[in-house]
């Protein structure tokens, strides 16, 4: 059994497109939670990127759908922690997993390469790319801090409104949702080390390229250290690990049209990313009638060893299509796995 959800990057673009601005992206994507709820997927998570037209500010779009729906987890995969100030960023998750009613599951991390150079510059941070790094990791160890609920602040002596003695902490507090933020892992070692600190893990669509083995092995190995090193941590609650899988269900001439491969299967990616001294491997699409999705998604390592898979959706194609991909998966693939 797994819990499934739908990843959507929230582009928009004036040609070619369903979602031609930003209202319908956001306002679309509020609608398709709201109809993914009602066939029983799990989850709506959503990439954040910035100076780019696709989501980029998470936590209204996450409360409205939480506020229009009951049971559907909403989350991030991920949010760029090298935008982020931890003390803010810790009131908007909590207000948010408060409107929701316990539903917050935030992806954090260091993010991929964004549109512009150095833009955490622009947000009032005056840090290199290399310094960046391990200012990423700082900035998440205290969130997580923060999201515990501790009292830290030394109280104004003549404050504007009564309060009780004794320091203060961020307001509202969500209790449990510092045990539902997850690391977005790109090789073992940072699988590793959201293991150490407590985090719930999303395994990257795109991960180190740590051996010659196909992507899923390669981060199902990832998958197995994180939950070997949790075990050796020893922590008081079971983790969770998601993998993100792109799956286009073809059963239709229009499916066929967009995203038939004239029978030749994609393969992974190997390459490099800017930030990247190493190289990388990226997964490859799983197009095809849904008794072939079943053959091959069986086959995969990574999806064995997680909890979670999050399926990308072709957000620009709307609303209507992606409830197809989505309920197609729901009814023909997920059972058959027995996802279900």
Do not use: C
């Amino acid at each position: 059994m797994k819990k499934i959800g739908f990843l959507s990057f929230g582009h928009w673009m004036d040609r070619g497109s369903l979602v031609k601005t930003a209202s319908d992206a956001y306002l679309q994507s509020i609608e398709l939670a709201v109809e993914a709820e009602k066939i029983g997927v799990d989850g709506a998570y959503f990439r954040v990127h910035h100076f780019a037209p696709q989501i980029g500010s998470p936590f209204p779009l996450l409360s409205a759908i939480g506020a229009k729906t009951s049971k559907i987890e909403v989350g991030t995969g991920l949010i760029d922690m090298r935008y982020e100030n931890p003390y803010m960023m810790a009131e908007n998750a909590s207000l948010t997993d408060v409107i929701t009613q316990g539903r917050v599951q935030l992806g954090v991390g260091r993010g991929s390469p964004e549109q512009v150079l150095d833009g955490w510059r622009y947000f009032g941070y005056d840090y290199t790319e290399e310094e960046i790094k391990e200012i990423t990791r700082e900035r998440t160890l205290e969130f997580l801090d923060l999201l515990e609920g501790k009292y830290f602040a030394e109280p104004n002596p003549q404050p504007m409104f009564p309060q009780a003695p004794g320091k203060l902490r961020l307001e509202p507090y969500a209790e449990g949702l510092r045990q539902r933020i997850w690391w977005g892992a790109g090789s073992k070692e940072t699988a590793i080390w959201a293991a150490k600190h407590g985090m719930n893990l999303q395994s990257s669509t795109l991960v180190n390229y740590e051996s010659n083995e196909p992507f899923h092995v390669q981060q199902a190995n990832q998958l197995r250290a994180y939950k070997q090193a949790w075990k050796e941590a020893g922590h008081n609650f079971e983790p969770r690990t998601l993998v993100t899988r792109s799956i286009q269900p073809i059963t239709t001439d229009l499916d066929r049209q967009l995203f038939g491969q004239d029978g030749e299967p994609q393969q992974d990616s190997v390459g490099y990313l800017a930030y990247h001294r190493n190289p990388t491997i990226f997964g490859r699409t799983f197009a095809g009638e849904p008794d072939k999705l079943v053959k091959e998604l069986a086959e995969d390592e990574a999806i064995k060893e997680a909890d979670t898979v999050l399926i990308t959706i072709p957000n620009t194609l709307g609303v209507e299509y992606n409830m197809h991909i989505l309920e197609t998966i729901m009814k023909d693939v997920a059972p058959e796995l027995s996802w279900r």
